[in-house]
């Protein structure tokens, strides 16, 4: 899967994690899955929450913005939780795809995902796209850098 390659390189146990805590994800108000399938496999999927769901998301906004609320509403955002798309399938639009279907019809008014610092390409097609940055944050103990970026919707890149 694309989080076990470089520049991820996430180990099987934190994995695991997204099958554990996925379902919970998509159970909640506002939970969201995209699948793209190529021959009957899955080459890639984007799942999402609306940020009043997820605390954790809630706390580092919070500490990245000094007014969190005046920038965007927890109950009226949606967080893109993952994105992936298998390496061999990448550069055909399956990434912008997803995340236009899993946007397409949402009754929020914002949008937010998180990029890791050292995946810079990621985060200028992001910016292409039409998203900007609202703050970083470190994670994993200080050793990666999460960019937290911001679109309002509807999103029609």
Same mark, same amino acid.
């Given at each position: ?18 099958? %554990?805590?996925?379902? &919970?994800? @998509?159970? /909640?108000?506002?939970?969201?899955? !995209? +699948?793209?399938?190529?021959? $009957? ?55 912008? %795809?997803?995340?236009? &279907?899993? @946007?397409? /019809?949402?009754?929020?008014?914002? !949008? +937010?995902?998180?990029?890791? $610092? ?40």
């Amino acid at each position: 899967m694309s989080f076990a390659a470089p520049p991820y390189v996430e180990s099987p146990d934190e994995l695991q994690g997204i099958v %554990q805590w996925g379902p &919970e994800k @998509l159970a /909640s108000p506002g939970g969201g899955l !995209v +699948v793209a399938r190529h021959d $009957g496999h899955m080459v890639g999927f984007a799942l999402s929450q609306r940020l009043d769901q997820d605390s954790s998301w809630l706390r580092r906004l919070n500490a990245m913005l000094p007014t969190p609320d005046a920038v965007i509403s927890p109950s009226r955002t949606v967080i893109i939780q993952e994105l992936a798309v298998d390496e061999t399938f990448r550069g055909r639009g399956i990434a912008k %795809q997803c995340i236009r &279907e899993l @946007l397409s /019809s949402r009754p929020e008014q914002d !949008v +937010v995902l998180g990029v890791f $610092g050292q995946v810079s390409q990621i985060r200028e097609m992001y910016g292409h796209w039409g998203f900007s940055e609202l703050g970083t944050s470190p994670i994993y103990g200080g050793t990666v850098t999460l960019h937290a970026l911001h679109h309002k919707l509807p999103w029609t890149a």
